[in-house]
């Protein structure tokens, strides 16, 4: 059994074009000193550095961990780099956690980033290699066929994808932080915008953010001395599986079913929509909230949209199960730093400091985030109260 | 026994990126093209040149610039015999660690000098500018004995 471990302090940049004014230490720099802040803390305190970040080719710094050990107070102390494509901003807050929950740290501190405004996410993203199949389509281009299949299945309705990028936008313009700002967008405006990778249109698609995201995990005894209130671990997990094999289901992988299945399990969880607050979810292209809310089990396969349709993910339409309440992917895209991005969102939910875009007596929420081609899966459980 | 034949193809990859320096090493490429060197001050007092964002010891961030000479001395050398295409200079050089006047850690750049006889631990050096600065590194075109 894991030790305790909570979250004691969140600090983030706001997410932005372009941070001309600092460099990509200066931007991480930022992150990790907000956390500090909001923690009461100072780099003494601090016992061990877990840094995410996508992959290298996106801004063409080589093993940037190296770079940025004495922007993050590293020097004397355990560093450690985590990479896991797109979900890295979640996997690197479990491996956080799992330095404190193992009994080995006693508060971790763990940052994300990207600076995309320096960066070639676009073609980076999948290098053409010899001899094996190329994939230079971006993400949009990936990503768009699978959600065509999710459309052919569910006989979803052809707006279930506009819903989502207003309610998303929406839900970004309570959020400061949130890069979009966009309080006035309309059902017609994301209908016109033109199409990128059909289905996903422009206003249906992440934008390109700089920006990091830090967060203090400490063990019990220190959570139970902090500050403010901590965001209580209730459970951990990630799961991963290939890219491509014969019989995968892309459109409802196995992993994220998986992983959910472990994480609620850990958590007490047996009906997310009942049992969840809120959550904050992965999804960069908007038709990706009806597929997560079936793989993650708040709906059964087919009908993941009519929660979608009803409102029921809407904070502004008073759903029973508001998700991506700080505008999510949709609103703010710092790739290294989105799954943290999530992983931070959930906990400020039960902390009860999420200021406007705040889930009223949110008690438990869901973290979550998803890589790669669909195949890396991180996922936590957090708490109002201590398990 | 032969050799199989095994699949082969060339490959290159590279992008294009773009990169923000930020207040320090941004001031120091400034400072540059201004045809002067900045170092920064440590919270231990030292003097470092290029100068960097963040304290060693105490991570905290750095701010206060001290100009340093444009002469120095070197701590150590290591004497290129054969430049190849890449290198600096096309006739015999030297790699050197330089502390300039004013400075307190080394930092490192090539050295002009008529041969290796002519080098040596403690001589001193001096920034040969480039004909156009820009606020590159390659502003300090080279340094050259005193």
């Known amino acids: 059994m894991a030790n305790l471990a909570a979250v004691v ?39 061990a550095v877990i ?12 093993m940037p961990e190296a770079y940025l050990t004495d922007a993050l107070g590293c020097n004397g102390k355990p560093m450690l780099r985590v990479h896991t ?43 053409p290699q010899p001899f094996s199949t190329h994939l230079n389509a971006g993400a949009g281009g990936y990503f768009a066929p699978i959600i065509r299949e999710y459309m052919r299945r569910s006989n979803a309705p052809y707006d279930v994808g506009i819903k989502v990028a207003v309610k998303d936008r929406l839900h970004g313009a309570r959020n400061p932080l949130a890069h979009l700002q966009k309080p006035d967008i ?27 995201c830090a967060m203090i995990i400490a063990n019990e005894e220190l959570a139970d001395k902090a500050s403010k209130k901590p965001a209580w671990i209730r459970g951990v997990a990630m799961r991963s599986e290939p890219t491509m094999y014969a019989g995968r289901d892309e459109v409802n992988p196995q992993a994220g079913r998986d992983c959910a299945a472990d994480v609620y399990k850990q958590a007490g969880i047996t009906n997310p929509r009942k049992d969840l607050d809120c959550a904050e979810v992965y999804v960069p292209f908007s038709w990706y909230e009806p597929m997560w809310l079936e793989n993650l089990g708040f709906a059964p396969e087919g009908e993941g949209w009519k929660l979608t349709m009803e409102g029921a993910t809407s904070l502004d339409e008073g759903g029973d199960i508001p998700w991506n309440c700080s505008g999510g992917v949709l609103s703010s895209n710092a790739i290294g730093a989105s799954g943290m991005i999530r992983f931070a969102e959930a906990a400020r939910q039960v902390r009860g400091d999420a200021g406007a875009h705040q889930v009223e007596g949110a008690k438990l929420a869901l973290g979550h985030a998803y890589g790669g081609g669909a195949q890396f899966y ?10 | 026994m032969s050799q199989p034949e095994v699949l082969n193809q060339a490959f290159e990859l590279g992008y294009t990126y773009t990169r923000s320096t930020g207040p320090v090493i941004g001031r120091f490429l400034t400072e540059l093209r201004n045809r002067n060197i900045v170092g ?4 231990d007092g030292r003097v470092v040149v290029p100068p960097m964002e963040y304290d060693p010891n105490t991570a905290e961030e750095l701010s206060e610039f001290v100009d340093v000479g444009q002469q120095g001395e070197i701590v150590s050398f290591a004497w290129v015999k054969e430049p190849r295409e890449a290198h600096p200079m096309d006739v015999p050089f030297a790699w050197a660690m330089i502390k300039l006047d004013g400075a307190d850690v080394p930092m490192i750049h090539c050295v002009a000098a008529p ?9 001193r050096v001096q920034v040969v500018w480039a004909d156009e600065t820009i606020g590159y590194i390659t502003d300090i075109r080279c340094f050259e004995l005193v």
């Open chain 1, 85 to 127: 494509a797109g979900s890295v901003g979640g996997s690197t807050a479990l491996v956080a956690a799992s330095h404190v929950q193992s009994g080995m740290f006693k508060r971790v501190l763990t940052v994300s980033f990207e600076k995309q405004s320096e960066s070639n996410a676009m073609w980076a993203l999948s290098n």
């Open chain 1, 186 to 212: 309309t059902m017609q405006e994301v209908e016109e915008s033109f199409m990128l990778w059909d289905p996903i249109r422009f206003l249906e698609a992440c934008p390109s953010s700089d920006g990091a």
């Open chain 1, 378 to 387: 991180a996922m936590w459980v957090v708490g109002s109260e201590k398990p």
């Open chain 2, 115 to 123: 041969s290796e006889d002519a080098i040596a631990t403690g001589a």
């Open chain 2, 40 to 43: 920064i001050k440590a919270s």
């Open chain 1, 51 to 62: 840094l995410g970040k996508a992959p290298d080719m996106f801004e063409g710094v080589i």
């Open chain 1, 9 to 47: 302090g969140i600090g983030q940049t706001k997410y932005m074009t372009r941070r001309l004014d600092v460099s990509i230490a200066g931007l991480v720099r930022e992150a990790a000193v907000n956390a500090l802040q909001d923690a009461d803390l100072t780099w003494d305190d601090i016992d």
